[in-house]
């Protein structure tokens, strides 16, 4: 991920994890690239997302 993530495309991220878990997917990595800004809003919707994942089985890493 490359730029500025806020909360709206935080949400969209999100979505496409779970269409990847959806398709049998049990470990997805998001790297953010060094100059890469993430807001505190982003930030939290991940990790509540990286903690519902592996209630069912997925591991989120966010880099």
Same mark, same amino acid.
């Given at each position: /991920?490359r730029g500025? *993530? =806020?909360?709206?495309?935080?949400? *969209?991220?999100?979505?496409s994890v &779970? #269409?990847? +878990?959806?398709? !049998?997917?049990? +470990? &997805?990595?998001?790297? *953010?690239?060094?100059?890469?800004? #993430? =807001? !505190? @809003? @982003?930030?939290?919707?991940?990790?509540c997302l990286? !903690?519902? $994942? #592996? @209630?069912? !089985? /997925?591991? $989120?890493? &966010?880099?």
């Amino acid at each position: /991920m490359r730029g500025h *993530l =806020d909360l709206f495309a935080a949400d *969209l991220l999100c979505g496409s994890v &779970v #269409a990847l +878990q959806r398709r !049998g997917h049990r +470990q &997805v990595t998001v790297r *953010l690239e060094p100059l890469a800004i #993430a =807001d !505190g @809003a @982003a930030r939290d919707l991940l990790v509540c997302l990286t !903690g519902r $994942l #592996a @209630a069912e !089985g /997925m591991r $989120l890493v &966010v880099e």
